[in-house]
């Protein structure tokens, strides 16, 4: 690939951004400054000591090395492989998977060629089949200048019919190509929403050669894939050592390429393999996925936190918070640690969007709150677009950033109760030289490779999620009993007093 040397430059190499501001550090060019953290150089010390005496060093080794650190599904997590441009051997079971995702790398670039005249694409999946590739065409379409094919990119992952009905209303049956993205390719929601579109395709007269030809599907799973109808050379693999919510450097990643080029898909691997290769050789002291993690933990330890947000100050990156609410909180909460015992800390609460949208919002919680709530402010130094007022609008969008960092840290006293600022209010700062597909790629994996580390920290499995399938299980007999229309469900195994109460009214309203 032809951006590996760029990446690896890049991953050691920040002497372009000259003198950096006290408290930062830098890699791949993304600077990082924990000024406001409010954490002494003594604590920093101690900081890095417990994370050696927690292991994350020999951690970090063993994740890339493809170490079963998944104990309980007992897996490694390889997702690194997935963008490990410049394809240095990845062993798992004695066999390298790189030529497997070679593979798939020119299985994108050939069909990104042969689209054309499309004029929708439809891209079903949930959770972690969807957040990644969603977040990516939302903050790319504010690129100046980007090379866009112009299709419209609609993504349909709510059961609810609403987004399907609005989805369908737009599209062209005759010029949709449909892509279905499920690790297991039984998900419900997924299953049932594909099988809504097959019939929408139907009833507007595609014929069965047609609707095969109009189908894609990216799994785990090809017998499944296979039996729903999908021709074979449509099926996109990837493997079981990928974690769906770490999947879109994947084919789970494909509407990037077939929307805006292969080449911006690569650009978008190579920011993120160049953070890999910082996480993997940078010391603890100069690693930015490490002190990220340190902070969030300094913060736990000294205030008890139990929620800190992302506040990206570029419209481009709103749908980073919920890309981000999963990726933390599914990887990171959970009560019990990896030696099967309560665990101290675990993920705190994420939540966030765009600034300055978002100081006339919650910001007064931060400001003037009981709680106190770490904030990540990420600002990019270049403007996103081309308007003659860019620039001004931009020193503007980065003073209130600026700003409000330091109202937080400083806070301000004064006579009247109502006009105290507490301060004090712990913060950092991540600022990326301009937002395009390679600073896009390094800043998702900077923050995957931080939930890594606090897993660490933590003595926790960021890469299970048994907690979500409880509710799922429930969610059978329930719909079962829904199905029948009756009022005068009881209670049973997986039906309790409340639920059949509230089963047996939806039923005599339905």
Same mark, same amino acid.
């Given at each position: ?62 994740? *890339? ?5 998944? !104990? ?5 997590? @390889? ?9 240095? %051997? ?20 050939? =069909? ?8 929708? +694409? ?23 200048? &980007? ?26 049956? $005759? ?14 929601? /997924? /299953? ?14 595609? /014929? ?50 077939? !929307? ?18 910082? *996480? ?5 002291? $100069? ?17 008890? &936190? ?36 309560? +665990?101290?800390?675990?993920?705190? +609460? ?17 400001? !003037? ?27 503007? =969008? ?30 950092? @700062? ?5 937002? $395009? ?15 890594? /580390? ?11 999620? %048994? ?5 799922? +299980? ?7 009993? =829904? ?21 047996? *009214? ?5």
């Amino acid at each position: 690939m032809s951006l590996t040397t760029d990446s690896q430059s890049k991953a050691i190499s920040t002497n372009d951004l000259g003198t950096l501001p006290n408290g930062s550090h830098a890699a791949v060019d993304v600077v990082l400054d924990t000024a406001y953290q409010g954490i002494d150089e003594k604590s920093w010390k101690k900081l890095f000591a417990n994370a050696r005496s927690a292991g994350v060093p020999e951690f970090i080794t063993d994740m *890339f090395a493809g170490k079963h650190i998944n !104990q309980s599904e007992d897996r490694p997590a @390889l997702h690194s492989a997935l963008r490990n441009l410049s394809k240095t %051997p990845v062993m798992l079971h004695g066999q390298d998977v790189m030529p497997a995702v070679a593979n798939v790398w020119r299985r994108i670039e050939a =069909l990104c060629n042969k689209w054309v005249g499309i004029t929708d +694409v439809i891209h079903i999946g949930i959770g972690g089949s969807d957040f990644g590739p969603r977040l990516a065409i939302e903050a790319l379409a504010h690129v100046p200048g &980007i090379d866009c094919r112009g299709m419209r990119m609609h993504f349909l992952a709510n059961i609810d019919t609403a987004e399907l009905a609005r989805i369908l209303d737009r599209a062209q049956p $005759n010029s949709t190509r449909v892509i279905i993205v499920s690790k297991s390719f039984t998900t419900l929601e /997924t /299953t049932m929403n594909a099988k809504a579109v097959v019939a929408w395709l139907k009833a507007n007269g595609l /014929t069965k050669s047609q609707i095969n030809h109009s189908l894609f599907a990216v799994t785990a799973n090809i017998p499944a894939a296979k039996e729903f109808g999908i021709e074979e050379d449509h099926i996109f693999p990837f493997w079981d050592w990928v974690g769906g919510r770490y999947s879109v450097w994947s084919a789970v990643g494909l509407p990037i390429a077939l !929307q805006y080029g292969f080449k911006t898909f690569e650009e978008f691997l190579a920011g993120a393999h160049a953070m890999d290769l910082h *996480f993997k050789n940078a010391s603890l002291e $100069n690693n930015l996925p490490v002190i990220m993690a340190l902070a969030l933990l300094y913060q736990q330890d000294k205030h008890d &936190i139990k929620a800190y947000a992302a506040i990206p100050y570029a419209d481009a990156l709103d749908w980073f918070p919920k890309w981000l609410q999963q990726l933390d909180m599914e990887s990171n909460g959970k009560s019990i640690g990896r030696d099967g015992k309560p +665990v101290k800390h675990s993920s705190p +609460v994420v939540f966030g969007s765009a600034g300055s949208n978002a100081q006339h919002s919650y910001f007064q919680l931060f400001h !003037q709150g009981p709680e106190i709530i770490p904030i990540d402010f990420i600002a990019v130094r270049k403007p996103m677009s081309d308007r003659p007022e860019a620039i001004a609008h931009h020193r503007i =969008l980065l003073s209130n950033c600026l700003a409000q960092a330091q109202a937080l840290a400083h806070g301000k006293n004064a006579d009247n109760p109502n006009d105290i600022y507490p301060g004090n209010r712990p913060s950092s @700062l991540l600022l990326l030289p301009e937002l $395009n597909a390679f600073y896009l790629g390094a800043l998702l994996a900077l923050y995957e490779n931080r939930a890594a /580390t606090l897993g660490a920290l933590w003595n926790i499995n960021s890469f299970d999620q %048994p907690g979500v399938e409880f509710g799922k +299980v429930l969610a059978k007999p329930i719909e079962k009993a =829904l199905a029948t229309g009756s009022d005068h469900i009881e209670t049973n195994d997986g039906i309790d007093t409340i639920t059949a109460s509230r089963i047996n *009214f939806l039923n005599s309203h339905s």
